[in-house]
C-alpha cells in the first residue's frame, strides 16, 4: 500500500495540462537545499490503497486531467506500490482518456534504475538528484542534471515541446489553508524567498518550512 505525503488536482505546475499529483512519502536520498523536507521521513504522511489512488485518478479524468504525475518523495523507494498504481492507472486511462500521461519524477540516475518494472507504464520519467550547484531555467526540473525522458509514444508526442523548453517563470501554484502552505512546481532560485516575503506581506509568516533557503 504506497505511502503518500499529499495528493492534489487540478496541478497545473508539474507536468503539461490539468493533472493529479501524487506526491509519495520517504526519501532516502537526501540531496543537499533538497525543497521538500517533510517528504523524508518514510513514516510519514499515510497509508493509501492502490484503490483509494486510483479512484482519485479517475475523478480526475472524469473531470478532465490531462495527466498523472508521481512525484515525492522518491516514488522508486515503494516500488510495488508504484508499479501497482501505475498499472491501475494505466488502465482507467486507457479506458477513459487515452491522450492522458503518466510522469514519474525520480531522484535517481538512469543508471541506477536496474529495475524496469515500477515504471513500466510511465509515459515519461524525470530523473537525478537535486543538485543545488547547478541551477536551470528548464520547466519542471529542479536542476541543469535533471533530465526529462519520454518513454513511450504518448510520452513523446506530449513532451517534445518541453524538453529543451525555459519559461520566464517556473510554474508553481500555492495553496493556503488556515496551517499550511502548500506549493507545487520546481522552484527557481530565489522563488521561494519571494513567496515567503509575499505571504509576510498579506501577514501569513511561517514557523517552519520543508526546504532550507
Ligand atoms: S530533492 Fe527529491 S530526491 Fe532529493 S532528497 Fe529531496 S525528495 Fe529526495
New binding site residues.
Partial sequence: MPRVNRFGFPITALGPGRRLAVWFQG?A???RG????D??DPGGGADRTVADLTRLWTDALRAGADGLTVS???PLAQPDGLAAFLAAAAGVRDDLAPDADLLVYT?HEPAEITDPAPLAHADAVITG??DVTRPTRLIWR?SANQILTPRTPRGRARYAPYLDHEPERAPMQVAVNDRHVWFAGVPRRGDLNRLRRELADRGVTFEEVSWRS
Avoid: D, K
Wanted: charged fraction near 20%; charge should be positive; hydrophobic fraction near 30%.
Fill in positions: 526519501c536520498l537526501a540531496c533538497c525543497l521538500a523536507r517528504t523524508w515525492g518523495g522518491e531522484g538528484r537535486y529542479g
